[in-house]
């Protein structure tokens, strides 16, 4: 149990850096860490390989894909008494909150292949092949959506409103 302590602990604040990057919402990331949490020390003797940070990161990151399907599907409701008084505290006017406010609005705008690896690769400093692990995608992979998401975020994040907002804007597949 002190291994997987010593080992967990220190992931924690990374993994709710990567939950509320894909899920837009810090009650929600903060669950979506504790469900993660409890799936790792239940599943803990099962892991195969030695990059318990790669396999903690894909538990979360495959609970997150379930919760945004899951949330597509039945649409949010949140009671007034419910909502924390966050959601309801107007937007900074500090030069630095604008520029991450902007920032996380480009990054929103990625498609979720992309958001994913960027996220994982520029914030939390995993490797190509760890990101490859977590996400199952070969590593060319990684590194395709990568470039492909940071020129898409230089070109939205230098004309804004060229960009279109759809939830349903995501890359083409070809087969």
């Not at 990054?107 to 760890?130: F, T, W």
């Not at 692990?133 to 959506?145: D, E, F, H, K, N």
């Amino acid at each position: 149990m002190d291994d997987l302590i010593a080992e967990i602990e220190p992931m924690i604040p990374a993994l709710r850096r990567y939950a509320r990057g894909l899920l837009h919402d810090a009650i929600g990331a903060d669950d979506l860490v504790q469900d993660c949490l409890e799936r790792v020390i239940a599943h803990w003797h099962r892991r195969r390989n030695d990059d318990a940070r790669a396999w903690v990161f894909t538990i979360l990151h495959n609970l997150a894909i379930n919760r945004l399907r899951q949330a597509s599907h039945r649409g949010q409701h949140l009671a007034f008494e419910d909502i924390n008084e966050d959601v309801l505290a107007h937007r900074p006017t500090q030069e630095d909150g604008l520029a991450r406010s902007e920032i996380m609005s480009a990054v929103n705008k990625l498609p979720e292949e992309q958001r994913s690896v960027l996220l994982l690769i520029s914030v939390e400093d995993l490797s190509y092949a760890q990101v490859a692990q977590v996400l199952a995608i070969p590593i060319g992979t990684v590194m395709s959506r990568l470039s492909r998401g940071r020129e898409r975020l230089r070109q939205i994040l230098q004309n804004p409103t060229a960009f279109n907002t759809r939830a349903g804007s995501h890359l083409r597949r070809v087969k």
